[in-house]
């Protein structure tokens, strides 16, 4: 599978789901933007995708709390001026605190939370939707979390976020399925061992989880020709293979 010539957004390239799409994406040719506010684990990634032989990435330090909405039209008028068009659009940056009852929530925690996992996916989405709309097909994938998207009990500012934000994507989905340019899809990578796993989950036994590794081919799979048609979907990363042939 060849993302060549693709030009890919990755918002949290720093994190652990969004370095490992990153590394999967570049890995298959694709020029991969890291986005996150973190420069020095946006280095290090840098540095990791050269060294497996991907394609050069470009670095964007971004902090999606605290930018402007100019903050963000910046962004979308430089990928517009260096490459004329986007391909894909990957949102992966998430905030999590911790499980907190909403009695006891703070509203500093509350606005931050929503910020990084709701505002800031339309702001980029709704930014960058006339780049995308250069390409002949482009992807967009919502990142969302199975333990959270029902908005159990304690789940807080958090898992509502995750809720709004299925919400947000499959408004977007069906808005955008008429012209059939640029597909919407929500993954949900399921229990799987990773840093926010780690966080609030601490007593659990990672051993007996996936690794991050394992979505690689399922983001290959999602910014790739193969997935052309598939739109509006909420896509569980344990079922897409048989689903999806991927």
């Known amino acids: 599978m060849s993302l060549k010539n693709h030009v890919i957004l990755i918002t949290g390239a720093a994190g652990g789901l969004g370095s490992t ?3 999967a994406l570049a890995k298959v040719g694709a020029q991969v933007i890291l986005l996150d506010k973190n420069l020095h684990k946006l280095e290090a990634i840098y540095d990791k995708i050269l060294a ?3 394609v050069e990435p470009i670095m ?3 902090d999606l709390a605290g930018a402007t909405e100019n903050d963000y039209e910046e962004l979308a008028q430089r990928i517009d001026e260096k490459y004329g068009v986007l391909h894909g659009l990957l949102h992966s940056a998430v905030e999590f605190h911790s499980f907190t009852p909403l009695i006891q929530h703070g509203t500093k925690e509350w606005g931050h939370t929503l910020n990084v996992n709701l ?3 339309f702001l980029l989405t709704r930014v960058l939707l006339p780049v995308m709309q250069k390409a002949n097909h482009a992807s967009i994938v919502f990142t ?17 976020s995750k809720v709004a934000m299925e919400g947000l994507a499959h408004v977007l989905a069906e808005e955008l399925e008429s012209v059939g340019k640029i597909r919407v899809n929500i993954l949900i990578p399921s229990p799987i061992d990773s840093p926010l796993r780690k966080r609030a989950y601490p007593a ?3 051993s007996k989880l996936p690794t991050m590794t394992s979505l690689e081919p399922i983001y290959e799979y999602l910014f790739s020709e193969d997935s052309v048609g598939i739109t ?15």
């Open 21 to 23: 799409a990153a590394l």
């Open 52 to 54: 497996d032989g991907g």
């Open 60 to 62: 964007y330090p971004f």
């Open 119 to 121: 505002n800031a996916p």
């Open 144 to 160: 969302s979390d199975s333990s959270a998207r029902l908005a159990p009990a304690y789940s807080g500012a958090y898992g509502i």
């Open 204 to 206: 659990e036994d990672k």
């Open 232 to 246: 509006g979907r909420t896509i569980d990363a344990h079922t897409i293979k048989s689903n999806f042939k991927v």
